[in-house]
């Protein structure tokens, strides 16, 4: 068990199932994008971990980039998105793989794939490593799930419970 902030968390996931689920998403990639170079985007700050690992096991050629969003505070998704930090590289015509840490409710990766639609990008397809299919409220496809997890607030490989927690290489769960 560990403590963050005010709050317990307990195991529950490993760095070796994160580490197979990524894995089998950069060969799944792999396969999608034949010749295409694609360029990954990050979700800043929780993506930073996960696509950091998963490029190590992507052994074709691609570019990468991060963005920087918010929408959390504390436990509680506010509904409300900022775009913090843009994309500087030229979006069009380029097959673009978005990857976030975790999809909760889906209002941050929806405003995401809003923007860079706007940029007349080729394609663009969505990567999480985590999904809570019970907080999902939105009608947006996501190409490439890591796992499917309870809708329970989880932190480690890049989550945190307000700033604390990114650095575990596992991923625990709060303790009710
Ligand atoms: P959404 O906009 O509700 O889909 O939330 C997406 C963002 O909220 C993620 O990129 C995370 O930063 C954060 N988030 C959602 N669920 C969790 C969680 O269980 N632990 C930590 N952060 C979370
Ligand atoms: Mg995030």
């Known amino acids: 068990m560990i403590q963050l902030h005010d709050r317990a968390f307990i195991p529950f996931i490993t ?5 197979f689920a990524i894995k ?3 060969k799944q990639i792999e396969a999608d994008f034949g010749h295409e170079i694609p360029l990954f985007i990050g979700v800043l700050n929780g993506a930073f971990m996960f696509l ?31 775009h913090l930090i843009g994309i500087k ?3 069009s015509g380029r097959s673009v793989v978005v990857f976030e840490d975790i999809i909760d409710t889906g209002n941050t990766i929806e ?6 639609k706007q940029e007349s990008v080729k394609t663009c397809k969505l990567a999480t490593l ?35 927690g990114r650095n575990i290489p596992e991923v625990y769960q709060l303790k009710n």
Not at 111 to 116: I, Y
């Open 52 to 82: 950091s690992d998963f490029l190590k096991h992507y052994k074709k050629p691609c570019e990468v980039s991060f963005v920087k969003l918010a929408s959390y505070k504390g436990m509680t998704s506010s509904q409300k998105v900022e």
């Open 89 to 91: 590289e030229d979006l």
């Open 15 to 19: 760095a070796g199932e994160i580490e």
């Open 111 to 116: 405003s995401l794939q809003v923007l860079l």
């Open 130 to 164: 985590f999904f809570k299919p019970d907080a999902f409220q939105k009608q947006i496809k996501i190409d490439y799930i890591g796992m499917h997890i309870p809708n329970n607030f989880i932190v480690g490989y890049g989550l945190d419970y307000n700033g604390l």
């Open 24 to 26: 089998q998403m950069a």
